[in-house]
């Protein structure tokens, strides 16, 4: 996610997710309260656990991604693109 001055914050990343509300992150503390709650949601019901594959744009993405999801056995290999 970026920050207020569009620079990459993983201060949420994992589980601090009601930094984005409280930091006001999304430019409004309303959407910020949304990201927060979505974030919350899908952490609760496992949302990302039922997903076997995830593509990203980019290598600083899909990193985070398999710190901030990896759960299981199966979480966290990495497939990276031919074309780097």
């Not at 001055?5 to 959407?31: D, T």
């Not at 609760?44 to 995830?54: C, R």
């Amino acid at each position: 996610m970026l920050n207020k001055e569009m620079k990459p914050c993983l201060e949420c990343q994992g589980k601090y997710f009601y930094k984005a509300f409280f930091k006001n992150c999304a430019s409004s503390r309303l959407r910020g309260f949304l990201l927060m709650v979505e974030a919350y949601w899908h952490k609760f019901f496992k949302s990302y656990d039922k997903v076997d594959l995830f593509i990203a744009p980019s290598q600083f993405l899909a990193e985070g991604g398999i710190k901030a999801y990896s759960t299981g056995e199966n979480h966290g290999s990495k497939k990276w693109n031919r074309f780097e």
